[in-house]
């Protein structure tokens, strides 16, 4: 079983700055993909922010130059710099990893809990 706990997200003026981790929990003995997806009020949740297996980054339009996608693979953790926040960024923030789990290498995917990011103007 894996468990991802995020943490990070909070209130912050428009222009300020926000980072987020992601960490997961499990017999975890490979990742796959790590990333990052928000849900905005009252819309579906869209991507932010990928990083693969070979280090692969991939952006949504409307946050690249302003996000930054990390990973610790060791740690097994992700994590997001969000700088230049504007209002339309706030949302839920999901965490999301995918790999293998444990002796039987059986594929998994899992979201973390959410983190609320809110961005005033």
């Known amino acids: 079983q894996v468990q991802l706990v995020e943490s990070g997200g909070g209130l912050v003026q428009a222009g300020g700055y926000l980072r987020l981790s992601c960490a997961a929990s499990?017999?975890?003995?490979?990742?796959?993909?790590m990333g990052w997806y928000r849900q905005p009020p009252g819309k579906q949740r869209e991507l932010v922010a990928t990083?693969?297996?070979?280090?692969?980054?991939n952006y949504a339009d409307s946050v690249k130059g302003r996000f930054t996608i990390s990973r610790d693979i060791a740690k097994k953790a992700v994590y997001l710099q969000m700088n230049s926040l504007k209002p339309e960024d706030t949302a839920v923030y999901y965490c999301?990893?995918?790999?293998?789990?444990?002796?039987?290498?059986?594929?998994?995917?899992?979201w973390g809990q959410g983190t609320q990011v809110t961005v005033s103007s």
């Open positions: 999301n990893i995918s790999g293998l789990l444990g002796s039987t290498r059986y594929e998994f995917r899992a």
């Open positions: 499990g017999t975890i003995v490979s990742i796959n993909a």
């Open positions: 990083i693969s297996r070979d280090s692969k980054i």
